[in-house]
DNA sequence: TGCTACATGTAAAATGTTACATGATTCG
DNA sequence: CGAATCATGTAACATTTTACATGTAGCA
């Protein structure tokens, strides 16, 4: 449902074959939207028959030939339908949040250490983020797609400072518990 | 496997059973994690048989049975061995992104009439988030926990406002565009 | 010679969602 | 009397991930 939007979009940037889009995936619509080649295959292979693409195939030399897809009438309809409906709320999952679910169960130092190593992981996101950002921002002054995919890496790159902010939030936290921990059981020691 | 880590984890805070996990899902775990009902008593079937955890039957009257499930040693084990592992960068599905990539197919207005949808729809969240965040920061003080039901929150309200930031950003980059295009629109009827 | 890029797919397994199915009790 | 809560599951479907499968060209 969601990923043949992505790909009806990128075609809509101009034609492309499963590759090229493999590609624009890892690229760009990766932060936002992940798929992996079977996906992107079977997808085009379903969208197809459903006649909002169509391709061609293109023969290369020196190079396997390829089929090249573009997006038909139906399918620019299909995605303008689906981009003006009605947007309701998603639930967004996360493996880090869930570990910090279970962070009590880890001794203080631990816990805190597992925070640093998720806001490591965090900033090599946040400076790629950022990377691509200074890239993209004078590009998307000019074209309507390019300001598109701006907007879409300018939200990675509010999620990634969220998150290192996140980060930072956790181990204060944790480090006043365990002052509160060490302080309980320094008073019982002089007891 | 990720789903049974927010069920792992749900246990070692006491016995439930299916339904009562269920209700935990919705109250608190499905900001970060969401399943719904077959997914949870399929999960328990799995991790029973992996032996992770285990059951009695309670009967009650006037209502169903029961089946109260139990956290193993095992469990334990296998819990606090995925929280430990080292943790790999995710990738974040986003709609709202998806939709973003999109945004130049729509005229000026329609965009940003729809990145203010998004908005309305986020601040939803957001004030939601906040709602928790002040129930829950004071209990947070007391138990471990507690703790980390709190900094799971935290994230949903790090994300939230994030969102908030993205829209507003968005907005304005769209109006700046828009006036771009009426000026060059402009100029081009004085010709 | 081995690795990477190009290029396309299928098969199987795991996960997740929606719909179907049942039945008692309590509250308005 | 109807709706919500308690309580558990199955079946069908859709989606996603991982592994299998193949083959050329260019580079180090």
Known sequence: MALSYAILSLLTRGDASGYDLLKSFEGSVANFWYAGHPQIYKELAALERRALVSHRVVVQDGRPNKKVFRITPAGREDLLRWLRSPHRNERHNSLATLKAFSLHLLPADEAIAKVEELATEGRKELERYRAIEKMLAPLAENSGAMLSAYLSVLFGLN?????????????ALLLKAAARAEGRASRARRR
């Open 159 to 171: 999620y990634a400072e969220a998150y290192q902010r996140w980060c930072a939030q956790a181990k």
